[in-house]
């Protein structure tokens, strides 16, 4: 059976940036960029012209009541 070392979240992310710091392979480093980025970008919806302009349209609406 596995004994699980419970860290804080300080410990952890030290932990972290240590070895990441010791990591010279490029390629792995813009995987855990990758993985980071994905994490902290804000979501977006991709839309049409269309799709867009109606929302416009009903935001418009929305805010003349």
Do not use: C, V
């Not at 979240?9 to 480093?29: G, H, P, V």
């Not at 009903?58 to 009541?65: F, K, L, T």
């Amino acid at each position: 059976m596995l004994k699980r070392n419970r860290m804080s979240t300080a410990e952890l992310k030290k932990e972290l940036m240590t070895r990441i710091s010791k990591i010279e392979d490029i390629s792995f480093l813009n995987t855990i960029k990758s993985i980071l980025d994905s994490r902290t970008r804000a979501p977006f919806i991709d839309l049409t012209i269309a799709e867009e302009k109606e929302l416009l349209k009903a935001s418009e609406e929305g805010r003349e009541g």
